[in-house]
């Protein structure tokens, strides 16, 4: 295009061949009106030739009759002059002289010196036909014959009648005619008494000026030559009109075929032109990358053939649908093969074009690949189906907490008031672990469904891994080894066991499925140091920091698919074993615990993951060191608690430490009893969930009634259901049931000394 937006006519390969044409054609224009012009010329010098020779003739036919009249009667009788002297030749004719009556001499004259004197006079004027009579045997010397005239005497002589030729005399043409006389009966009873009738005797010529006609020739030459040239020129220009007009309008078509080729070949969906037959003629290269076919090889392929089975005969059927006419065009999903054996899913539309006939000429189909859309929708399906198993599970977590706080709770109390060393002492000791383990599965639950919040506190890594052995000696099972080294000190960290134990238990699903048969999984914990330039890097804080190696020797993970191993949903393993949610939940977890996680792995070889841990100098304390500790109160504490063994529990041990309660079974019942005990109540342990009234609208109306109230929530509902309810406020305290008594007394005492 040029600068005002116009096609340019000399550009591309289309305007470069018209403009080859026209030159071409304006050629061969020229060369026919050239040769229009000569056959013009050449029919005018012939038709000067035919009209010279047609005046000559009439010359000479008119001194022929004048010649044969004149012969028919002997002669013509001439007075006597100077120049018509009596003929020597007609000595012998006794009539040669006569004398009139009134005496004039009269001599005769044959009809060729009559001619003879005739001719003599027109040479007087050059614009009259010339004569000349020659003789075969001159006796005169006005009677020899020139060179030309002598030639046709020959001629004649060989039977021809005529002979005429185009000669210049003193620069003037003449058309020269000449025929034979023949000698008569008449004539041969005075001269040549040896020739018969009917012989050459002679010839008699004659020379027609014909300047006049070629000047008349001329002129219309001049004519006819004006008219061819403007001929030309109206032709040359016509030419290079209409050459200019085409190359205008390929140039157009060029830039339009350009436009459409780059639309064509550049558009972001597929696009292939087939035959009727499914043969493929013509494809984009966005259709060969969904397809997975190069270009090259698609032209030996038809639709059909790329065409997934599963999806070949609706295809197939609305295909001759649209060959019909009984519909407009087609669209649906549809999948395709690829070389590789693998199926892409897709968008189609297919349409049918007819020739101007009316019958189907071919079909466009056009292609865009929704494979991440299905993946996408897959996803949501799964996420949809988790966010249901999240509801299931924060329904049975608060009935299922409130029953372990109960179980804990009395376990705890009898704990307290056993001695050491009572056979009681290791059954309670069970009881407790076995409902850590229930509280552990509830939090583990919640945590696949993203719906628990960790409490981070000082653990010490080593047990972590040491609690959960059993555990994951269950998962892996009996073919494989598991191989845990621990370090030889503390390794004390915050965190949230139960997440830890989650985090252990999905990597050792993922190297349990990796390893064969009689493989080995290894659990390291270690310590480092790092720096900042490597704690950049992993996008943690530099410092001292724990570490977990959990290695296996299965079959590795794929270079390409690296990259992507922490994301959501994505796996490797065949379609229902697996989620792509265990790792990703390994991730959030350890992101959660301020941690790093790093994968190395290679097919083949096995794979490693390696997490980091902020190591703590936060004292860590056991159960059975602290029960001696906990911390005892003189203090009223108004407990609401809708589940009536919840709320005994939770009585029995604060009394048991010596607070002092007042207790309430729903909302409305604690704001009524905080308004009668106002003065006396130190602390409210909440519920969060209770009929009537919920913990935020108790706290609300008890902050109205004594603002600065000290409380302390607890629900057995996710913290997701807490904050949709708009109950978690900022900075408040909670306990996520199941409460052990250990962490109700020591929080309680915390934020009362507050």
């Known amino acids: 295009m040029n600068d005002s937006g116009r096609p340019n006519q000399n550009q591309g390969p289309q305007a470069g061949h018209l403009r080859r044409y026209s030159l071409w054609l304006a050629a061969l224009w020229t060369l026919l009106l050239a040769a229009s012009f000569l056959q013009v010329y050449q029919q005018q010098k012939e038709e000067v030739l035919i009209i010279g020779l047609a005046e000559a003739r009439a010359a000479l036919s008119k001194d022929l009759l004048y010649h044969n009249w004149a012969e028919g009667y002997g002669g013509v009788y001439v007075p006597v002059t100077g120049s018509n002297t009596p003929n020597p030749f007609l000595l012998n ?117 014909i300047a006049q006609v070629k000047k008349a020739m001329k002129a219309t030459l001049r004519s006819n030559a004006l008219g061819h040239s403007l001929f030309l020129v109206l032709g040359l220009g016509g030419i290079a009109f209409a050459a200019k007009n085409l190359r205008r309008k390929a140039a157009t078509l060029e830039q339009s075929e350009l436009r459409f080729r780059s639309t064509f070949e550049q558009a972001p969906i597929g696009i292939a032109h087939m035959a009727p037959d499914g043969r493929l003629i013509r494809v984009n290269q966005r259709f060969c990358e969904i397809v997975g076919c190069p270009s090259d090889k698609m032209f030996h392929r038809t639709i059909q053939e790329i065409t997934h089975p599963d999806d070949l005969d609706a295809f197939q059927d609305h295909f001759r649908l649209l060959l019909q006419g009984a519909i407009p065009f087609y669209s649906a999903e549809q999948r395709y093969r690829r070389p590789d054996g693998s199926s892409v899913w897709t968008i189609l539309t297919l349409s049918l074009v007819h020739s101007a006939q009316g019958v189907p000429s071919y079909l466009i189909g056009v292609i865009e690949d929704i494979t991440e859309r299905q993946k996408l929708e897959e996803q949501l399906h799964q996420s949809q189906k988790m966010e249901s198993i999240g509801a299931l599970a924060g329904g049975i977590a608060h009935d299922f907490n409130n029953i372990l706080t109960v179980i804990i709770g009395n376990a705890a109390l009898m704990q307290m008031h056993v001695n050491r060393d009572h056979p009681m002492m290791t059954n309670l000791q069970q009881l407790l672990d076995a409902s850590e383990r229930a509280a552990g599965l509830t939090r583990g639950l919640l945590a696949f469904s993203r719906k628990h919040a960790i409490t981070l506190v000082p653990v010490d890594l080593n047990s972590v891994v040491q609690n959960i052995k059993k555990l994951l000696l269950m998962v892996i099972g009996e073919r494989h080894e598991l191989i845990i080294s621990t370090y030889p000190e503390k390794l004390t960290v915050f965190a949230d066991a139960g997440q830890l134990e989650q985090v252990l238990m999905n990597l050792a699903v ?31 804080l530099p410092g001292s920091y724990a570490t977990i190696d959990f290695s296996d020797n ?169 904050r949709k309810e708009h109950i978690l406020i900022e900075k408040a305290e909670i306990l996520t049931k199941p409460v052990p008594p250990s962490l109700l007394l020591t929080k309680l005492r915390e934020i009362l000394d507050s």
């Open 93 to 209: 004719n006794d009539e040669r002289d006569i004398t009139t009556p009134s005496g004039r001499s009269l001599t005769l004259i044959t009809p060729t010196d009559m001619l003879q004197q005739v001719f003599e006079i027109a040479k007087t004027q050059p614009e009259l036909s010339q004569g000349h009579i020659t003789s075969l045997n001159p006796a005169r010397p006005e009677t020899v014959p020139d060179q030309w005239e002598a030639s046709a005497l020959q001629a004649f002589r060989q039977g021809v009648p005529e002979v005429s030729e185009l000669q210049v005399f003193n620069g003037q043409p003449y058309m020269r005619l000449i025929r034979p006389i023949m000698s008569q009966n008449i004539c041969l009873e005075c001269h040549y008494p040896s020739l018969s009738n009917g012989a050459i005797q002679g010839a008699i010529s004659v020379s027609v000026p």
């Open 510 to 540: 993922n190297a349990r499925d990796a390893v064969a048969e009689d493989g080995r999984i290894t659990i390291r914990i270690g310590s480092e140091k790092l720096d900042a330039e490597v704690a950049a890097v992993a996008g943690i």
């Open 554 to 722: 299965g079959s590795g993970i794929a270079k390409e698919n690296l990259k992507r191993i922490f994301e959501p949903f994505f796996t490797t393993k065949t379609q229902g074993k697996g989620t792509g949610l265990g790792l990703s939940i390994v991730y959030g977890i350890v992101r959660q615990h301020n941690g790093y996680i790093k994968v190395y792995s290679e097919s083949g070889y096995g794979t490693t993951f390696k997490i980091y841990m902020p190591l703590t100098s936060a004292a860590q304390q056991d159960v059975e060191e602290t029960a001696q500790l906990f911390p005892r109160g003189t203090e009223t504490i108004l407990v609401a608690e809708d589940d009536e063994n919840v709320r005994k529990i939770v009585v029995e041990i604060l009394e048991t430490y010596g607070y002092q309660t007042i207790v309430a079974i729903a909302g409305d019942d604690a704001v009524v009893k905080f308004q009668q005990y106002q003065d006396r109540i130190a602390l409210v342990f909440l519920d969060v969930i209770m009929p009537r009234k919920n913990g935020w609208q108790v706290y609300d109306e008890i902050q109205q009634i004594r603002p600065g109230t000290r409380v302390l929530f607890t629900s057995g509902y996710t913290d997701e259901v807490i």
